[in-house]
């Protein structure tokens, strides 16, 4: 039975990357300091092989026992989050990264880090490929997210090469599904939970800008394969599937029958005007492509916001 350590276990993505690991017969061990994460993700896998540790992996990580693998997903994710937490956003990609990179080598486990697609930016290439190096304002409001992520993707690969540690990087594009927030910020969820309230849904800028949404369990398998393939280089996770802001919105507004209507802000600085990816790697190296549509996956997602609408949130 392989023995597996999550960090940011509590969070959105992480609590289902613990969920399919479990299925797939691994003992966990999930980390969390709750600073973004919620312990109800992780409650129903508390009759299963899973430890839960309450933690904040910007300090030593220290884990009894073998470990095979350490996928660190530990940091805030969402714009709201990372502006109101600029600095524990730094440091739990830099200080937290090493420290998981810590464990990791001093176990002999494999290692898998979470980047993001903010590492191209407001990117002047598209679709991104991997080979992109990105378009980032490192000073901006963003740039405390975009600029941790790159400087853990570049400490991760600093431990392949001069340790020796098995390291997987895998970029994720935008992501939704149930145990995403009502209060995220990001789109899907801010435009669910206006919607199912039949409030103002709120897009910034025209709605013009484009973002490609994939379904977390299409990523949870992506990034399984990733961690048992044999690549070392960054791999784009995500749906290319691209639609604009605008179409997302008025899409989320007719599958919930809502009367809301569509009302324009100011767009935040740095926000990228397109973001797509290109899966060429993940389709050549892992045999990934997404398979959950987005209407299904819309459909399942209002299903769950609508629950925890109705239990207050």
Known sequence: ????????????????????????????????????????????????????????VTRYIDVDGPVDYVFHWA??????????????TMKVSSLGTHNALGLAKAKGSRFI?????????????HPQKETYWGNVNPIGPRGVYDE???????????????????????????TYGPRMRLRDGRAVP?????????????????????????????????ILRLADSNTNEPVNIGNPHEVTIEEIAKTIIKLVGSKSKLVRRPLPVDDPKQRRPDITRAKTI???????GLEEGLLKTVDYFKKKIAAGG
């Not at 790159?150 to 392949?160: K, M």
């Not at 490609?212 to 299409?218: I, Q």
């Not at 892992?286 to 959950?292: A, D, N, R, S, T």
């Open 148 to 174: 941790a992520k790159r400087f853990s993707e570049a400490l991760t690969l600093a431990y392949h090469r001069s340790h020796g540690v098995d390291t997987k990087i895998v970029r994720i594009f935008n």
């Open 190 to 222: 801010a435009f669910m939970s206006q919607a199912l309230q039949n409030e103002d849904v709120t897009i910034f800028g025209d709605g013009s800008q484009t973002r490609s949404f994939c379904y977390v369990t299409d990523l949870v398998d992506g």
């Open 75 to 88: 940091s805030p994710a969402s714009p709201i989050d990372y502006l109101e937490l600029p600095i524990q």
């Open 1 to 56: 039975m392989p023995r597996t350590v999550v960090t940011g276990a509590a969070g959105f993505i992480g609590s289902h990357l613990c969920e399919t690991l479990l299925d797939r017969g691994h003992s966990v061990v999930g980390i969390d300091n709750l600073l973004t994460g919620d312990m109800t993700n992780v409650a129903h896998l508390r009759d299963r092989d899973f430890q839960f540790v309450r933690h904040d």
């Open 113 to 125: 880090t979470a980047s993001t697609s903010e590492v191209y930016g407001d990117p002047l290439e």
């Open 286 to 292: 892992l045999g990934w492509e997404p398979k959950v």
